[in-house]
């Protein structure tokens, strides 16, 4: 499709309220195996991976508050989606979806998954920490996820990681021509590397920190608009709040 082509497009997308949750890594690679050790694989009782997220606490995961249908379980501990098993999964106790979210165009695209236990962290399984306050300037982040490689592919079982740069918010929201509150705006725009739609709930790790959540783009494997994630740093007394009862 021309790019004139597929902004108009997404132009009549946002009117009628659909732009893409994100769903694929476009241009990435597979991740070292020993990385990203908080990666979460969000599944239905089918055993389907339908979101990615990623762990916080020994019992807490968070995502995209547009992942809240149908998961059941998360998977932690591997990279490779075929080499699941019991030990893998953890069922999800409770969901704790930000209490202004709506739909994903308007914004607190973010919620906290409650694990039934607490994770032993090893090898295998590790947190990644948020930031303590807003983002400063950050040229090279990533993005990782499980979702398909391409438009219409299937998700892959192995996965993939892609490095992608902060984009400045005012030129993010002239080439949107309106965002929601409370996002940051990385890849995706100017490139060929992003989460095009990249895996929805998992994280943009910016020097070892998760300062935000996947949550939107227009689609397609070359996108011309910025990939939108949700802001962790805004949401942090909402996440201490609602971890707080459990600790």
Same mark, same amino acid.
């Given at each position: 499709?021309?790019?004139?082509?597929k902004?108009?497009?997404?132009?009549?997308?946002?009117?009628?309220?659909?732009?893409?949750?994100?769903?694929?890594?476009?241009?990435?690679?597979?991740?070292?195996?020993?990385?990203?050790?908080?990666?979460?694989?969000?599944?239905?009782?089918?055993?389907?991976?339908?979101?990615?997220?990623?762990?916080?606490?020994?019992?807490?995961?968070? &995502?995209?508050?547009?992942c809240?249908?149908?998961i059941?379980?998360?998977?932690?501990?591997?990279?490779?989606?075929?080499?699941?098993?019991?030990?893998?999964?953890?069922?999800?106790?409770?969901?704790?979806?930000?209490?202004?979210?709506?739909?994903?165009?308007?914004?607190?695209?973010?919620?906290?998954?409650?694990?039934?236990?607490?994770?032993?962290?090893?090898?295998?399984?590790?947190?990644?920490?948020l930031?303590?306050?807003?983002?400063?300037?950050?040229?090279?982040?990533?993005?990782?996820?499980?979702?398909?490689?391409?438009?219409g592919?299937?998700?892959?079982?192995?996965?993939?990681?892609?490095?992608?740069?902060?984009?400045?918010?005012?030129?993010? &929201?002239?080439?949107?021509?309106?965002?929601?509150?409370?996002?940051?705006?990385?890849?995706?725009?100017?490139?060929?590397?992003?989460?095009?739609?990249?895996?929805?709930?998992?994280?943009?790790?910016?020097?070892?920190?998760?300062?935000?959540?996947?949550?939107?783009?227009?689609?397609?494997n070359?996108?011309?608009?910025?990939?939108?994630?949700?802001?962790?740093?805004?949401y942090? &007394?909402?996440?201490?709040? &609602?971890?707080?009862?459990?600790?």
């Amino acid at each position: 499709m021309h790019p004139l082509d597929k902004c108009l497009l997404f132009h009549l997308l946002m009117y009628l309220g659909r732009s893409a949750d994100g769903s694929e890594i476009i241009n990435g690679e597979l991740a070292p195996e020993n990385s990203m050790l908080y990666m979460a694989s969000l599944q239905d009782s089918n055993g389907h991976h339908l979101c990615g997220g990623f762990l916080i606490r020994e019992d807490f995961v968070l &995502t995209a508050a547009h992942c809240d249908p149908r998961i059941t379980h998360v998977v932690l501990g591997t990279h490779d989606l075929k080499s699941v098993n019991d030990d893998n999964k953890i069922s999800i106790k409770d969901k704790y979806k930000h209490e202004s979210y709506k739909e994903v165009k308007t914004g607190n695209d973010i919620m906290l998954l409650k694990l039934s236990k607490k994770v032993s962290l090893n090898g295998r399984v590790q947190t990644i920490p948020l930031p303590t306050s807003g983002m400063n300037n950050q040229d090279a982040c990533q993005v990782a996820g499980w979702g398909a490689i391409e438009t219409g592919g299937r998700a892959v079982d192995d996965l993939r990681v892609v490095d992608v740069s902060i984009i400045n918010l005012e030129v993010c &929201t002239k080439e949107w021509g309106r965002l929601p509150a409370n996002v940051i705006c990385a890849g995706g725009y100017g490139t060929d590397k992003g989460f095009c739609r990249g895996d929805s709930g998992g994280p943009l790790v910016c020097n070892g920190k998760a300062v935000g959540v996947v949550s939107f783009d227009i689609g397609g494997n070359y996108p011309d608009v910025p990939n939108v994630y949700t802001d962790v740093s805004k949401y942090l &007394t909402w996440i201490n709040d &609602t971890l707080k009862p459990y600790k």
